[in-house]
C-alpha cells in the first residue's frame, strides 16, 4: 500500500500535476506515512529522474519547471508535517546565486538555480545588480555552503574577481566553494580569479557543485 | 553586381492584417501591461508626457496616443556616414547592407588554429579584413579587445575600426561613459558636432532586456544620446522559449513592444532624433536553455520584424548569418545561408552578425569572415533577382543560334556574363582531378590563405594626423576620469 502512493507521488511530478501532487501528500500524511520517506522515495527520486532526463536532452526547460511546482506543492504539504515531528528534509547543500554589478541579465542564473533545487540544493537568489558587499553579506547571512556568480557582459566580469578579492579580504575565503558562469566566462577566467568551479552551462554547474560538495 | 545597391523586400511571412493586429496587440501591451525603466528621469519625462507611472515598481503604463505620435516623429531613412563617402550605408526603405558581428570574446588564432581571447590586435586585423571584403558594408563592434582595460575596450575597439577601415562604424557601448565617448569619437572623426550632424559618423546601440525591462545604463544613455541627436538603434533580443514567448508570432510582438518603449522615450527626449528599428531576437535550445544563435527561426523572426518596421516607416537593424557551430564546417554553412537568405529578401537595411560568428556569438575567425563574404556575394546575387527586358530575354540570340550551337561566340554573352553570373571568388568550381592538382585544399585553408593575402597586402588610408592623435587623447582622457 505504502509503495502505492509513492509511486503516485512520483508519477504525479513526472506528470507535471501539482494538484494531483498535493493530493498525494495530504493522503500519504493522513494513512500516517513518514513524510520524510515521502520527500526522499517520492519527490526526491522524481525530481532526480527528471534531472538526469534533461541532462540526456530528453526534456523541455518548462518541463523541468512545471516538475519543480508539482514537487514544491508536495513539499509544501509535508515539510510542516515533518517540522512539526521535530524532522527535517535532508539538503545536499546550500547555495547562494547572485548576478553580479552592473549586469541585469537573469536568465542563465534562472536557469541553474531550477536545476540545482531539482538536484535536491537550496538555493538562495538574490537577483541581479548585485555589488560584493551584498553578495558576501547574503552568504553570511544564509550560511551557505556555495556562492554562485553570473555575469553575461564582459564589462561585468571584474565584479566576480572584486568579490574573489573581498572574500580574502574579510577572512572567510575557506568558508565557501565558489562557482563562476555566464556566457563569456571561461575555465581560465575562473582559474585566473581563483574560484572553486566553472560551470559552462546550467547542467555543468550542478555537476561541478556536487563535486566540489563531495556528493 | 553593385554591392553598394542592394534591394529586398520580396521575402514576406506576415499578411498586411497580422501585421496591424501585432500593432494594435503591441499597444495593449504597453498600456495595460507597461514596461519597467530602471531610471528616474525616464520615468519622469513618459509621466510629463502623459504616461501612468508607478515609481515604486518603475513601471510605466504608455498610453496609445503618446506611442504613436512618437512614431510619427521618426525619420524613415537614415544617413551613416563612413569615411570614404562612396561606402556611406543609407538605411532606408528595402536598401540591404551587410556586416559582421557583436562583441565575441574567442578568436581562432590565424595562425595556430587554435582558440584564444580576443585582443586589440584583432579588432585593428579584422576591421582591415572588412575593409577589403567586398560584400561586408560595415564594421559593427565584432571582437571584444581583452587585453585593453575593460572599462573603455568599446573605445578602443572603435578606434581600431576608424583607423583600419574607411567603412561605416557602429558599437555597442560598455557604460554611459562609454555611449557618450563613442559619439564623442564620431564627431572627432566627422570634424565637429555640426559636421557629424551632416554626417554622423557613428550610430550606437542599446537593447532592451526582454521581457519588458529598460536597463539604467541604456536608458541614462538613449536620453544623453537623444540630447546630442546621435543616430541610434533601439531594440531587444527576446529568446523564445526563456526570455520570450515560444511561439514566433509571441516573440515578434515582444519585441515590437519593448522597441516602441525605447523609441517612444528617445522621441520624448529629442523629437525626430535618428532611430533604427533593432530586432535581434532567436529562441532559446529548451533543452539546455542556451542561446540558439544558428537557429532557422531566427531568420523568419528577422523577417517578421522587418515587415513590423516597414510599416511603422523606420529604417531596420536586423540579424542573420549566425551558426552555433564551433567551427567552419557545414553546419556553420547551413545555419548562416538560411538565416541571411531570409533576412536579406525581408529586407533587412542594416544586417549585423552577417559574418564571422560562431558558438552562440562567442567566437569568431578570419576564415569565417572570408568564407561569410563569399556566402554574402551569393545572396547579394539572389537580391538582385531576375531582370526580364527584351535584351534579357535573348530571343534574337536564340533565334541567331537556332538549334544544336551554342551561345559562346556571342558579343551578348560577354556583355551579360558579368551582369547576370555571381563568380565566386573563394569557392572551387573545378574537377576532383584540377582540384587536386592544385593541392586539394579545404575551403578553410582557401579562406585562411586569402586572410593572410588581405592582412599582408591591403592598405587603408591613414585617418589625418591630428584626428588619430585627438582619438588617442579622447581614450586617455577616458582612462584618466574612469580609472582602469
Known amino acids: 500500500m505504502s509503495e502505492i502512493i509513492i509511486v503516485q507521488l512520483r508519477d504525479a511530478i513526472v506528470n507535471l500535476d501539482p494538484d494531483k501532487a498535493k493530493e498525494m501528500a495530504h493522503r500519504g500524511v493522513d494513512e500516517g506515512f513518514d513524510p520524510l520517506d515521502m520527500i526522499n522515495e517520492g519527490i526526491r527520486s522524481a525530481l532526480d529522474r527528471m534531472g538526469e532526463r534533461f541532462a540526456s536532452g530528453d526534456l523541455f526547460l518548462p518541463e523541468l519547471m512545471l516538475s519543480a511546482k508539482a514537487a514544491d506543492a508536495a513539499v509544501g504539504v509535508l515539510e510542516p508535517e515533518l517540522l512539526s515531528r521535530g524532522g527535517s528534509a535532508e539538503r545536499i547543500g546550500k547555495v547562494l546565486l547572485a548576478t553580479v554589478k552592473g549586469d541585469i541579465h537573469d536568465i542563465g542564473k534562472n536557469i541553474v538555480a531550477l536545476l540545482m533545487k531539482a538536484a535536491g540544493f537550496e538555493v538562495v537568489d538574490i537577483g541581479v545588480d548585485k555589488a560584493g558587499e551584498e553578495i558576501v553579506a547574503a552568504a553570511k547571512e544564509n550560511r551557505v555552503d556555495v556562492i554562485g556568480l553570473s555575469a553575461l557582459l564582459t564589462t561585468t566580469m571584474p565584479g566576480m574577481k572584486e568579490m574573489m578579492e573581498l572574500l580574502q579580504e574579510s577572512g572567510v575565503r575557506d568558508q565557501y566553494k565558489v562557482i563562476v558562469g555566464g556566457a563569456p566566462i571561461t575555465q581560465e577566467f575562473a582559474e585566473m580569479i581563483g574560484a572553486d568551479g566553472y560551470g559552462a552551462d546550467a547542467t555543468r554547474a550542478v555537476d561541478v557543485t556536487k563535486k566540489l560538495l563531495g556528493r | ?484
Open chain 2, 1 to 484: 553586381m553593385d554591392p553598394w545597391n542592394l534591394k529586398g523586400g520580396k521575402f514576406t511571412v506576415l499578411a498586411q492584417e497580422e501585421i496591424e493586429e501585432i500593432h494594435q496587440r503591441a499597444l495593449d501591451v504597453l498600456q495595460e501591461v507597461g514596461c519597467f525603466f530602471e531610471h528616474e528621469e525616464a520615468l519622469a519625462i513618459l509621466k510629463k508626457h502623459g504616461a501612468l507611472v508607478d515609481h515604486s515598481s518603475r513601471i510605466a503604463k504608455l498610453p496609445r496616443n503618446m506611442v504613436e505620435g512618437a512614431l510619427r516623429l521618426c525619420p524613415s531613412s537614415m544617413l551613416l556616414a563612413a569615411r570614404d563617402p562612396k561606402r556611406d550605408i543609407h538605411a532606408e526603405g528595402d536598401r540591404v547592407y551587410f556586416g559582421p558581428g557583436t562583441l565575441p570574446i574567442k578568436v581562432r588564432d590565424l595562425e595556430t588554429g587554435a582558440v584564444r581571447m580576443g585582443t586589440l590586435k584583432d579588432c585593428e586585423d579584422f576591421a582591415r579584413l572588412i575593409d577589403a571584403l567586398e560584400f561586408i558594408h560595415f564594421f559593427k563592434a565584432m571582437i571584444t579587445p581583452c587585453d585593453v582595460n575593460q572599462k573603455v575596450a568599446e573605445l578602443y575597439m572603435v578606434n581600431a575600426a576608424y583607423n583600419n577601415t574607411t567603412k561605416q562604424i557602429s558599437s555597442t557601448p560598455f557604460s554611459v561613459q562609454g555611449a557618450l565617448d563613442l559619439y564623442r569619437m564620431g564627431v572627432v572623426v566627422a570634424g565637429g558636432e555640426d559636421a557629424f550632424k551632416q554626417r554622423p559618423m557613428i550610430i550606437i546601440n542599446m537593447l532592451a532586456v526582454s521581457p519588458l525591462q529598460w536597463g539604467k545604463s541604456n536608458l541614462e544613455a538613449i536620453i544623453a544620446l537623444a540630447r546630442v541627436g546621435c543616430p541610434m538603434i533601439i531594440g531587444s533580443e527576446p529568446q523564445g522559449g526563456t526570455t520570450g514567448p515560444a511561439p514566433l508570432v509571441g516573440q515578434v510582438l515582444l519585441n515590437v513592444a519593448e522597441t516602441l518603449a525605447g523609441i517612444t522615450l528617445a522621441q520624448l527626449v529629442q523629437p525626430t532624433v535618428p532611430v533604427m528599428w533593432g530586432n535581434v531576437g532567436s529562441i532559446s535550445d529548451m533543452r539546455s536553455g542556451l542561446f540558439a544563435s544558428g537557429a532557422v527561426e531566427l531568420g523568419l523572426i528577422n523577417a517578421a520584424a522587418n515587415q513590423m518596421a516597414k510599416f511603422y516607416r523606420l529604417p531596420t537593424y536586423s540579424t542573420g548569418g549566425m551558426s552555433d557551430s564551433k567551427v567552419s564546417d557545414a553546419q556553420a554553412g547551413v545555419e548562416k545561408s538560411l538565416q541571411i537568405l531570409m533576412t536579406a529578401l525581408a529586407g533587412g537595411n542594416y544586417i549585423h552578425d552577417a559574418a564571422g560568428l560562431m558558438e552562440s556569438c562567442l567566437l569568431t575567425s578570419y576564415e569565417q569572415y572570408v568564407i561569410d563574404n563569399e556566402m554574402l556575394g551569393m545572396v547579394s546575387r539572389v537580391l538582385e533577382g531576375i531582370r526580364v527586358t527584351s535584351e534579357t530575354l535573348s530571343f534574337d540570340q536564340i533565334k541567331e543560334v537556332g538549334p544544336r550551337g551554342n551561345f559562346m561566340g556571342l558579343r551578348h554573352t560577354l556583355d551579360h556574363v558579368r551582369g547576370e553570373h555571381y563568380l565566386p571568388r573563394l569557392f572551387d568550381r573545378n574537377t576532383y582531378d584540377s582540384w587536386e592538382a592544385r593541392g586539394a585544399k579545404d575551403i578553410r585553408e582557401v579562406a585562411r590563405e586569402r586572410a593572410r593575402e588581405i592582412l599582408s597586402t591591403h592598405e587603408v588610408e591613414p585617418l589625418p594626423g591630428e584626428v588619430k592623435e585627438e582619438l588617442n587623447a579622447l581614450i586617455r582622457k577616458a582612462e584618466e576620469t574612469y580609472g582602469r
